[in-house]
Nanobody, 124 residues
């Protein structure tokens, strides 16, 4: 099992940056792929990015467009989501999630472990 805790959310201005962290407990963190999802009010949860346990990285192709970068530090049991050039439409609760899978990491079904979420608000 793995427990996930997000941090780093907050208020940013349009064009600004935030770095989210997803800290995991457990000695087998390196065996987990970690995905980032977000959910805005009234909208469905959507995929943002994922860091596969094998080292592969996947991004949502539409709205990410080079603005967001995910990385992981297995020594610190932490995955990061660096968000640059923020837009008001990036406002959402951001979640990290863990799975032992490598395939279909853009699909939230199949992630067995979820953090509590961290709010990101971008003002115009």
């Amino acid at each position: 099992q793995v427990q996930l805790v997000e941090s780093g959310g907050g208020l940013a201005q349009a064009g600004g940056s935030l770095r989210l962290s997803c800290a995991a407990s457990g000695r087998t963190f390196s065996s987990y792929s970690i995905g980032w999802f977000r959910q805005a009010p009234g909208k469905e949860r959507e995929f943002v990015a994922a860091s596969g346990w094998s080292g592969g990285i996947t991004y949502a192709e539409d709205f990410v467009k080079g603005r967001f970068t995910t990385s992981r530090d297995n020594a610190k049991n932490t995955v990061y989501l660096q968000m640059n050039s923020l837009k008001p439409e990036d406002t959402a609760v951001y979640y990290c999630a863990g799975t032992l899978r490598l395939a279909n990491l853009n699909v939230n079904v199949g992630y067995g472990y979820w953090g509590q979420g961290t709010q990101v608000t971008v003002s115009s």
